[in-house]
């Protein structure tokens, strides 16, 4: 009978301590968001290239076996397929994690972990288009190419005026 | 008109979400919730409907509530993301508790303390509905990429708000209850044959409890501690 309530006390204690520490860093993390959102804007709209493509692999806190495979895909891809542009400074590769930058999330309506292209022209965001379907694709890795790859390369092609 | 594919294709994706390894926490503690009861054929199959039906409910609230544009999709998967697994970890430890009888039990000191033990040991198959419901609004980052990229294209295309929703649903829970049913018979199947089925009930519902303290110290440990287990 003692073992039980030692072990009922545990794990009530361990219960609350968790409540608690939860609290504590939700309270913590809403006054560190707020700064840290503030500078990743600044560092989107104005970017030492004028003219370039972003791409964001937006990922959650909590990490996955299969989140980390699509990383790896789209990292993979980045620099097999696009390392010349990658070298010249008219591609960027990113890693966010959109549950800490709420702005960048919010900006790019993200719903789950997610790559994020971006083309900036002249400095300014001229267009973004958000990728839901590496989800589906992850087992393939031909289509995924095709897919990101395409997502990409219809920006880095637009040439500037 | 939804044609057979976007049908099959709603399935597909409910079970993928069920058999990728990130909800093996919550699909294990479903599992062993569902097929506990296992002297009781009725009482097994009927959690497990219940369990399909509160995803189904979770799965088709969302989704009505979003394409209605009452709610943006982003909007409510960053807050479900950010409070419901953290949530989760606390919820999962006290199920657990009750289900040993540690807790529930020292809330009645009066004669029906003995009654009130055994229901919450024993526990009603309603918690299977409500955490069928809970499980599927903690989405893992599988679950939210399927759900919040796939299925919610899917039912804007075919403007299905209630049978692409539903058999997503009920395709996260289909696992599940196979491998509920089919651990439950196997353990009659042995109770009865060596004529220990109460012994081989009690064991399977000691088991269940420590399954759903050990995930409930599981989700603790990843979402509230930020404790990374994928290498």
């Given at each position: 009978m003692t073992t039980r309530k030692a072990v009922?006390?545990?794990?009530?204690?361990?219960?609350?301590?968790?409540?608690?520490?939860?609290?504590?860093?939700?309270?913590?993390?809403?006054?560190?968001?707020?700064t840290a959102t503030a500078s990743e804007v600044a560092a989107v709209t104005q970017p030492t290239g004028s003219d370039k493509v972003i791409v964001y692999y937006m990922h959650q806190t909590f990490r996955c076996v299969t989140c980390n495979q699509i990383e790896a895909m789209t990292a993979d891809l980045i620099r097999t397929s696009f390392s010349k542009q990658l070298a010249e400074g008219r591609l960027e590769w990113k890693r966010v994690n959109f549950q800490e930058n709420e702005e960048l999330a919010r900006r790019y309506d993200v719903a789950s972990s997610s790559v994020v292209v971006v083309r900036l022209r002249g400095g300014k965001?001229?267009?973004?288009?958000?990728l839901d379907k590496v989800w589906t694709l992850v087992g393939k890795r031909d289509e995924f190419a095709a897919y990101v790859g395409n997502a990409i390369r219809a920006y880095t092609t637009q040439e500037a005026p | 008109m939804i044609s057979w594919l976007a049908l099959g294709s709603a399935l597909w994706l409910g079970i993928l979400t069920s058999i990728s390894p990130c909800p093996?926490?919550?699909n294990i503690a479903a599992i062993s919730l569902i097929g506990r009861r296992?002297?009781?054929?009725?009482?097994?199959?009927?959690?497990?409907?219940?369990?399909?039906?509160?995803?189904?409910?979770?799965?088709?609230?969302?989704a009505v509530l979003i394409l209605a544009g009452l709610l943006g999709s982003g909007e409510i998967a960053r807050f479900l993301l950010r409070y419901l697994n953290?949530?989760?970890?606390p919820v999962l430890i006290l199920v657990g508790m009750v289900l040993l009888g540690l807790l529930g039990a020292?809330?009645?000191?009066?004669?029906?303390?003995?009654?009130?033990?055994?229901?919450?040991?024993?526990?009603?198959?309603?918690?299977?509905a409500v955490m069928g419901l809970l499980f599927a609004l903690s989405f893992c980052p599988v679950s939210a990429g399927l759900f919040f990229g796939a299925l919610l294209t899917l039912s804007a295309t075919h403007q299905s708000r209630l049978m692409l929703p539903a058999l997503?649903?009920?395709?996260?829970?289909?696992?599940?209850i196979f491998f509920a049913f089919l651990i439950a018979f196997a353990a009659n199947r042995v109770g009865t044959t060596f004529n220990r089925l109460t012994q081989v009930e009690w064991w399977v519902r000691t088991i269940?409890?420590?399954?759903?303290?050990?995930?409930?110290?599981?989700?603790?440990?990843a979402h509230i501690y930020g404790i990374s287990f994928v290498v």
């Amino acid at each position: 009978m003692t073992t039980r309530k030692a072990v009922t006390h545990l794990l009530l204690g361990f219960v609350l301590i968790s409540v608690g520490f939860a609290i504590g860093k939700e309270t913590a993390l809403n006054g560190a968001r707020k700064t840290a959102t503030a500078s990743e804007v600044a560092a989107v709209t104005q970017p030492t290239g004028s003219d370039k493509v972003i791409v964001y692999y937006m990922h959650q806190t909590f990490r996955c076996v299969t989140c980390n495979q699509i990383e790896a895909m789209t990292a993979d891809l980045i620099r097999t397929s696009f390392s010349k542009q990658l070298a010249e400074g008219r591609l960027e590769w990113k890693r966010v994690n959109f549950q800490e930058n709420e702005e960048l999330a919010r900006r790019y309506d993200v719903a789950s972990s997610s790559v994020v292209v971006v083309r900036l022209r002249g400095g300014k965001e001229v267009a973004h288009q958000t990728l839901d379907k590496v989800w589906t694709l992850v087992g393939k890795r031909d289509e995924f190419a095709a897919y990101v790859g395409n997502a990409i390369r219809a920006y880095t092609t637009q040439e500037a005026p | 008109m939804i044609s057979w594919l976007a049908l099959g294709s709603a399935l597909w994706l409910g079970i993928l979400t069920s058999i990728s390894p990130c909800p093996l926490a919550s699909n294990i503690a479903a599992i062993s919730l569902i097929g506990r009861r296992v002297g009781q054929t009725r009482q097994v199959l009927l959690s497990g409907v219940l369990y399909t039906l509160g995803r189904t409910v979770a799965y088709v609230g969302l989704a009505v509530l979003i394409l209605a544009g009452l709610l943006g999709s982003g909007e409510i998967a960053r807050f479900l993301l950010r409070y419901l697994n953290q949530i989760l970890g606390p919820v999962l430890i006290l199920v657990g508790m009750v289900l040993l009888g540690l807790l529930g039990a020292s809330l009645s000191f009066n004669l029906a303390g003995q009654r009130v033990q055994e229901r919450a040991s024993k526990g009603s198959i309603g918690w299977a509905a409500v955490m069928g419901l809970l499980f599927a609004l903690s989405f893992c980052p599988v679950s939210a990429g399927l759900f919040f990229g796939a299925l919610l294209t899917l039912s804007a295309t075919h403007q299905s708000r209630l049978m692409l929703p539903a058999l997503f649903g009920i395709g996260t829970a289909l696992p599940v209850i196979f491998f509920a049913f089919l651990i439950a018979f196997a353990a009659n199947r042995v109770g009865t044959t060596f004529n220990r089925l109460t012994q081989v009930e009690w064991w399977v519902r000691t088991i269940t409890g420590a399954i759903f303290i050990l995930a409930g110290i599981y989700y603790c440990l990843a979402h509230i501690y930020g404790i990374s287990f994928v290498v």
